[in-house]
């Protein structure tokens, strides 16, 4: 597929969705809650009995729309899908959103049958889905939620295109983003891939979309995953790649086969495939969120030497050893930068990395002082910034936001961690996640986690420092 058909698929002047319904255990329901109301262009419900759909006139076929109809949504029985695709193939569609599952990802040979006569079709038009069998598509930058979950258009908008394999992984991510503030430009599950695959959006993500800034994928098995490895090659350092591979387990790749139509394949080739290619592997579904927002908002570090400044002695030296397991080095201060800290802290405070910074518990000013001095340090790459909530520090969030506005953005990496119970630093770390190149996540580890994959994405892709 080419980028400018995946344009029109993925940013339509005009939507008519094939199956909309308003009863809500169908499926058309839910698209046209998606739809209704928030996408900006033109919006036709389709259905054969022809009355009011979430209250815009509906239309018994695709053929009765006197105007042009940019993408078709359809939530139509399998049985009847291909005659649907030719419908809107004669109608001029540009591109199609195929919800319907029953294909080959069904154990009855018929699906497959039924997803080959499907794929023919379609080119026959030179018709791109997505799909079948996905729960659709979000593009957080357009305002378009073409799929059936409205409550994805709560995620904010942002840099992270998350590519899916799975429509059940991306509500986990999609739910996870909106509560820890992961800001997404697309969100899409490709579902059985009839005919845009990987490669096709990976190469759309990095050449044409310029909302996207990294590319997050999720992938259980790929029918050509040569493909994939090609395209993320060619493409190497334009925009960040990372990817979580899921199936590999013997039972985990015989799901795969039954969930999307493709075996999982060999994990540890498909480890090494993605080095090479330039892609950087993940583990976990929070670790390829963490690292994508990070990424995202945070400058590279330019080596390993990570600086540790702590509200509180514990989760700083939780952070210390978690750098430390996974190969980054705590930073020696320059004499300069320890005398500075020095100045700022007593010494019955740890002043030297990981620097408890206690004493300043009721004092942000303080805290940021040391943070600028760690930054500007020329012996630390990249600095974790930890506080936790008591009811003494109450006013730790607003003070830090007040304080923030005066800074430049940082130069080098900085992750926080700012725990408090809920409604307590809310509006605050809203307001200070991914500003001034500082990103906040839940724990120490996982900012450790995240501060060393930064410092694996700047050996992986050098020529984008």
Not at 29 to 57: C, E, Q
Not at 83 to 100: F, M, P, Q, S
Request: glycine residues 8%.
């Amino acid at each position: 597929m080419t980028n400018q058909q995946l344009k029109s698929l993925f940013s339509p002047q005009s939507i008519a969705v094939i199956g909309a319904s308003n009863s809500f255990d169908k499926l058309g329901y839910h698209v046209m809650k998606s739809l209704a109301g928030n996408y900006r262009g033109t919006l036709f419900p389709v259905n054969p009995r022809g009355k009011k759909i979430w209250g815009i006139d509906s239309y018994s076929s695709l053929g009765e729309i006197q105007g042009p109809v940019d993408v078709a949504v359809i939530v139509v029985p399998a049985h009847l899908v291909t005659e649907t695709v030719h419908a809107c193939g004669k109608k001029g569609v540009k591109g199609i959103v195929l919800i319907t599952a029953g294909f080959k990802e069904i154990e009855d040979t018929k699906g497959e049958a039924l997803e080959y006569e499907l794929r023919e079709t379609a080119n026959g038009y030179s018709l791109p889905i997505v799909g079948p069998n996905t729960f659709g598509y979000v593009n957080l930058s357009d305002g378009i939620n073409a799929s059936f979950t409205s409550e994805f258009s709560q995620i904010e908008d942002g840099g992270v295109a998350l590519i899916s394999q799975s429509g059940g992984m991306c509500h986990l991510c999609g739910f996870l983003a909106i509560e820890e503030r992961v800001a997404m430009s697309k969100l899409m599950s490709l579902g059985n891939r009839c005919n845009v695959d990987f490669p096709d959006v990976l190469r759309y993500c990095v050449e044409e979309d310029s909302a996207t800034r990294v590319v997050a994928l999720y992938i259980e098995g790929l029918d050509r995953p040569r493909d994939l490895m090609n395209t993320a090659a060619l493409l190497r350092g334009r925009k960040p790649v990372i990817a979580y591979k899921a199936g590999r387990s013997q039972k985990g790749d015989s799901a795969s086969r039954f969930h999307t139509g493709s075996l999982a394949g060999d994990h540890e080739i498909w480890k090494g495939a993605m080095r090479q290619a330039g892609i950087l592997q993940v583990e976990s579904a929070d670790e390829l969120l963490d690292t994508a927002k990070a990424l995202d908002a945070c400058e590279s570090p330019l080596g390993p030497r990570i600086a540790v400044l702590s509200g509180q002695a514990g989760p700083g030296i939780i952070a210390a050893d978690a750098l430390e397991a996974l190969g980054l080095t705590l930073s020696s201060f320059t004499q300069a930068t320890q005398e500075k800290i020095n100045t700022l802290l007593p010494p019955i405070a740890i002043r030297t990395n990981p620097v408890d910074m206690g004493p300043a518990w009721y004092n942000p000013g303080v805290m940021l002082e040391i943070l600028k001095a760690a930054v500007a340090d020329e012996q630390t790459d990249g600095v974790l910034f930890l506080a936790m909530y008591a009811s003494a520090n109450l006013k730790l969030a607003e003070e830090l936001e007040r304080y923030m506005k005066k800074l430049e953005p940082f130069p080098k990496p900085v992750i926080a961690c700012f725990t408090a119970p809920p409604g307590i630093w809310d509006d605050s770390m809203r307001r200070l996640d991914r500003k001034k190149g500082m990103v906040i996540l839940r724990t120490p580890e996982r900012a450790a986690r995240a501060m060393n994959n930064l410092w694996k994405a700047t050996q992986l892709w050098p020529e984008a420092r």
